[in-house]
T-cell receptor
């Protein structure tokens, strides 16, 4: 089983709708979770980090973490064409052990 | 803003050549990383370093070495490049308010022919 699993997509969402991206992880010791956005040919860019169970909101983005279910998600409200990218989920086992493990990414396309 | 700079964006090298990929960070932090990214395989950790002259193997270190002579600089070395090392290479460093967020450089596209 991969440490971090994501649906590779592609996921297509109409403009203005909510895009929902999901990620599961296998190590219950995971402490920190990150969502990165990567445009084609570019390096990953950090969007959200989440450390505690529950929701964390930042503008149109909401990260949700459920450690009991080993599940983290990213919701994008009012999706825009500029949100079309590959989204990478990543986790750290513990603070100080800063070896970040990534999923293979979900490709998201926002349809105008 | 944090800054991670990879000096070489696009390189074409011949099989057997020695290749240096340089990375510099301005966050004055100890932890730096080299990843490679390939379609369908995601980001894979090659090597990382927690301090000057220290290095740790990641998940795919074979065929690579690293050098960390100064805190701000972390170099990836391909001793004898092979075609299966054609990839995008990403350097990363730790930064952020709580110094627990990893930021990436712009990437180096290496083609080995």
């Amino acid at each position: 089983q991969k440490e971090v699993e994501q649906n590779s997509g592609p996921l297509s969402v109409p403009e203005g709708a909510i895009a929902s991206l999901n990620c599961t992880y296998s190590d219950r010791g995971s402490q920190s979770f990150f969502w990165y956005r990567q445009y084609s040919g570019k390096s990953p860019e950090l969007i959200m980090s989440i450390y505690s169970n529950g929701d964390k909101e930042d503008g149109r983005f909401t990260a949700q973490l459920n450690k009991a279910s080993q599940y983290v998600s990213l919701l994008i409200r009012d999706s825009q064409p500029s949100d079309s990218a590959t989204y990478l989920c990543a986790h750290l086992l513990s603070f100080g052990n800063e070896k970040l493990t990534f999923g293979t990414g979900t490709r998201l396309t926002i349809i105008p | 803003d944090v800054k991670v700079t990879q000096s070489s964006r696009y390189l074409v090298k011949r099989t057997g050549e020695k290749v240096f990929l340089e990375c510099v960070q301005d966050m004055d932090h100890e932890n730096m990383f080299w990843y490679r990214q390939d379609p369908g395989l995601g980001l894979r950790l090659i090597y990382f370093s927690y301090d000057v002259k220290m290095k740790e193997k990641g998940d795919i270190p074979e065929g690579y070495s690293v050098s960390r002579e100064k805190k701000e600089r972390f170099s990836l070395i391909l001793e004898s490049a092979s075609t299966n090392q054609t990839s995008m290479y990403l350097c990363a460093a730790v930064g952020g308010l709580h110094r627990n967020t990893i930021y990436f450089g712009e990437g180096s596209w290496l083609t080995v022919v």
